[in-house]
């Protein structure tokens, strides 16, 4: 393989320079390149629609989440649904099931039950002297045995 030193390589001037006036008669050149060629409306139709789609997702995405975060801040509560609901159509509700007592108290937690009410400091229980017989007597009336409580 030959070695060039570049000494060696002859020198020329390869630019010599623009011909005269061509930088008068540029803009003609140009303006008659471009005349001449249809306008493509149709191709920057699309640019701006593909331009457009990434800002209608994210709006769609933040309505989206806004929406639910609504959704959830109006559904109601627990409490407040069961606000909303008087003790006598409990009582309906209840009487509807045909559930006996027994069944109703195998569901109910009499310790922790007897845990809150003793927990209750009002005045009007304080005074409240129930005998043993009027206590006998509720018991027959509602029919409650003894080994229930």
């Given at each position: 393989?030959?070695?060039y030193?570049?000494e060696?390589?002859?020198?020329r ?6 011909p ?13 390149k ?50 909303e ?39 009007l ?25």
């Amino acid at each position: 393989m030959k070695k060039y030193r570049l000494e060696d390589i002859k020198k020329r001037q390869v630019f010599t320079g623009p011909p005269e006036r061509y930088f008068d008669k540029l803009p003609g050149i140009i303006q008659a390149k471009t005349a001449n060629k249809p306008v493509r409306r149709a191709q920057w139709y699309w640019v701006g629609i593909l331009k457009l789609v990434p800002v209608a997702a994210v709006m769609v995405l933040i309505a989206l989440y806004s929406g639910l975060l609504n959704n959830k801040e109006s559904v109601p509560g627990f409490d407040e649904l069961l606000s909303e609901v008087t003790s006598d159509e409990i009582i309906q509700y209840l009487e509807g099931l045909d559930l006996t007592n027994e069944e109703i108290l195998q569901e109910v937690d009499l310790r922790a039950l007897s845990l809150e009410l003793e927990d209750l400091h009002d005045p009007l229980f304080d005074n409240l002297n129930i005998e043993d017989e009027t206590l006998m007597q509720l018991y027959d009336e509602f029919d409650i045995q003894d080994s229930l409580l």
